[in-house]
């Protein structure tokens, strides 16, 4: 039977280069220039960074939009995005750009956001390093993701999804591999809505779908 490596990460945080967006005319020039690492940031990177004033919105653009521009409204509607629906940047990039059309097309005036509070476009590099942990098998599940830190579920659930086998988290790719019948717990985990919790949230929901009460067994199959 496989090994499952625990591995944590961070991330490293640099300028885009592009220059800053005071309202949300700017904002949408930005967006269509930015490379496509700079939209995965602001949309997907965005768990690992602690958003206590705005809970509610998963993604910078939406975050930005409500405290500094004060528009309700794009914020919604950009809050909305689940951006690993989508099978490419591109194609989240269009969405996006769509919404602020819309948005400026109703608004009567643009609002810009003060000196000191305008968006900058950054995007980071994801640093892994190995704890040094390891889950033998599927029974140990429960008890290590309990103990993960939330770079650890950000790094097997969320930036798993652009590796191979593209948008799959690593737990349900392992149980996958292993042969058995894990298939309930399989489609517990890739039931999970990723896009609208926490990373806390995700490790709770994560914990519940491998112990679905009857537990693993020791021969590979559901107890």
């Not at 989508?86 to 194609?91: K, P």
């Not at 704890?131 to 939330?150: C, F, Q, W, Y």
């Not at 593209?166 to 298939?183: E, R």
């Amino acid at each position: 039977m496989s090994v499952f490596e625990i591995k944590d990460c961070a991330l490293l945080r640099r300028m885009s280069g592009l220059p800053p967006a005071f309202n949300l005319r700017e904002l949408r020039e930005r967006i269509a220039a930015c490379s496509p690492d700079v939209l995965y940031h602001h949309y997907c990177d965005t768990q690992l960074a602690p958003m206590t004033d705005y809970p509610d919105y998963r993604n910078d653009f939406a975050i930005w939009a409500r405290r500094r521009l004060g528009d309700q409204v794009v914020a919604e509607r950009l809050g909305m995005i689940d951006p690993y629906v989508y099978t490419s940047m591109e194609e989240l990039r269009q969405v996006t750009l769509d919404i602020i059309d819309e948005r400026l097309s109703e608004a009567f005036m643009v609002p810009w956001a003060r000196p000191g509070h305008e968006f900058y476009c950054m995007q980071a590099v994801t640093i892994v390093f190995d704890t040094g942990k390891r889950v033998t098998h599927p029974d140990e599940l429960p008890s290590a993701i309990r103990l993960m830190t939330n770079g650890s579920i950000y790094f097997h659930v969320l930036e798993a999804r652009r590796r191979d086998p593209v948008g799959v988290d690593d737990f349900s790719a392992w149980l996958q591999g292993l042969g058995g019948d894990w298939d309930q717990y399989i489609k517990a985990i890739r039931e999970i809505d990723v896009t609208f919790h926490t990373l806390a949230e995700i490790r709770n929901e994560l914990v519940e779908a491998v112990n679905m009460g009857s537990g693993f067994d020791a021969k590979g199959g559901n107890a």
